[in-house]
């Protein structure tokens, strides 16, 4: 079985900074790509950004120049660092994994959410 478990939501004041951590455990083979996606009230779940196991990343047009994904392959890690938040940036926050485990076959993971409120 594969967990993510997630943290540093919260609160914080437009312009404000928070770091969000997701890790991955259990009987995994190998991780190709780890990202966080975002669902606002009444809106469906989108990417923010997304990191391959090769280092390239992708980002949401919206979050370019503000968020910053990182991993740390060795801890099965992936970071979010949010810089200059807004209050449009306000939603739970996912955290997903695609990867294999020791049968051959890929699997999409989910973690179970993390709130970001921007407010003043």
């Known amino acids: 079985q594969v967990q993510l478990v997630e943290s540093g939501g919260g609160l914080v004041q437009p312009g404000g900074s928070l770091r969000l951590s997701c890790a991955a455990s259990?009987?995994?083979?190998?991780?190709?790509?780890m990202g966080w996606y975002r669902q606002a009230p009444g809106k469906q779940r989108e990417l923010v950004a997304a990191?391959?196991?090769?280092?390239?990343?992708n980002y949401a047009d919206s979050v370019k120049g503000r968020f910053t994904i990182s991993r740390d392959n060795a801890k099965n890690t992936v970071y979010l660092q949010m810089n200059s938040l807004k209050p449009e940036d306000t939603a739970v926050y996912y955290c997903n994994a695609v990867l294999a485990l020791y049968d051959g076959y890929e699997y999409d993971y989910w973690g179970q959410g993390t709130q970001v409120t921007v407010s003043s």
């Open positions: 990191a391959t196991s090769a280092g390239s990343t």
């Open positions: 259990g009987s995994i083979f190998s991780i190709y790509a």
